[in-house]
């Protein structure tokens, strides 16, 4: 056995815990025109399906779909397993087992959530930047945006922008159809902050 002070006499190296950090994510959904885009601003401790419900609130949808995180090679989500040689891989692995830390997502230059595979959605993901934490900040938080989030049962990407069409037109069938079908309250030109950090703050409790 080597004695603690053998070898020169120094001590053996400690390393030293890294601090927790905060990142502003810039998330847009893929496709959208004009853009549609949130800032969220969470802790590196995160569990990845936190995010995932985050993500629901921020863009006003209702996790009715299936939904998967793609990081390079490495997919979280709904967990989905295939038979294999008499066992099981892992196609998407469970989301709720691993925080923002573990996947790596501060040094990550992009990573692609989807939300419902067939006419769904998809948002790419960047780190805008990292910040300390700041004790009595509220984590997760929305600091901003663009536009209503796309009602996610509209019938996906191209269906969306027929329906900012029609609406542009209210006094025809399809406009007036439409209208009847998001409410009187729906504006796509709104984002807003308060009612979605209202939300994130009932996820935290």
Known sequence: MIGLHEGGGKKAARTKPTAERALVLRLTVHGCRPPI?????VRESMWLSQLHDSIQIAFDWFDYQTHVFAFGDMRYGNPLKEPKDGGEK???ADDRDV???E?????RELFMYSYNFGEG???????????????????????????AG????????????DMLACLQEPHTDLGREWREWL????DPERCDLEAINKSLRKLRR
Do not use: M, N
Request: proline share 8%; net charge neutral; glycine share 16%.
């Open 37 to 41: 885009w949130r800032e969220l601003l």
């Open 90 to 92: 892992i196609i998407v």
């Open 99 to 101: 925080t923002l830390g």
């Open 103 to 107: 996947v790596g997502l501060a040094s």
């Open 121 to 147: 959605w998809r948002v790419a993901g960047t780190i805008k930047e990292l910040r300390p934490l700041v004790k009595g900040s509220r984590y997760p938080q929305c600091l901003g945006g663009e536009r």
């Open 150 to 161: 796309p009602p996610e049962d509209c019938g996906g990407l191209e269906a969306y922008h």
């Open 183 to 186: 409410g009187p309250e729906f």
